[in-house]
C-alpha cells in the first residue's frame, strides 16, 4: 500500500458566496472516516443552525469565525481553533472581515448527517 496523493480538492458549490474546496472527504477521495476542507467565506455569510453527527475541528487561518451555539457564541480569530461534538447545535458566522478557516470532520462531512435546520 503507497501513501495517497491528493493533487487538486474539489470545489463543492454552496450558496452565499462561500467556496469549500475539499481535499479528502465523500467528494473529492471517497473518504467517509474523515473530511478535511479549506473554507473561505465573505463578509456576512452564514448558514443555517445544524445538529450534525459528526464531530468538527475548526482552525481559523484567516479572518474570523462565529460559532453560535446553546450556551452562546464563541469569535474564533485567526490562529485559533473550536471543536464542535456530534449532536450539539451549532451554527456558523464569517466575522466582519470574512473567514479562511480548515474544517476537519468525524465522520466524513454529508450533506445529510448535518441536519440542518430549514
Known amino acids: 500500500m503507497a501513501p495517497l496523493f491528493i493533487p487538486t ?3 463543492i458549490p454552496v450558496p452565499g458566496g462561500k467556496v469549500i474546496d475539499e481535499h479528502v472527504g465523500r467528494v473529492n477521495t471517497a473518504e467517509e472516516a474523515v473530511s478535511i476542507a479549506h473554507m473561505t467565506a465573505p463578509a456576512g455569510w452564514s448558514e443555517p443552525a445544524q445538529t450534525p453527527d459528526f464531530d468538527e475541528y475548526t482552525l481559523v487561518l484567516r479572518g474570523s469565525l ?15 481553533a473550536v471543536v464542535t461534538r456530534a ?14 478557516y480548515v474544517a476537519v470532520c468525524l465522520p466524513a462531512f454529508a450533506p445529510e448527517l448535518a441536519h440542518r435546520d430549514a
Request: cysteine-free; hydrophobic content about 30%; glycine content about 22%.
Open 9 to 11: 480538492p474539489t470545489t
Open 66 to 80: 462565529v460559532v453560535e451555539h446553546d450556551g452562546g457564541a464563541l469569535d474564533v480569530q485567526a490562529g485559533q
Open 87 to 100: 449532536g450539539e447545535r451549532v451554527r456558523y458566522a464569517a466575522g466582519p472581515g470574512g473567514a479562511e
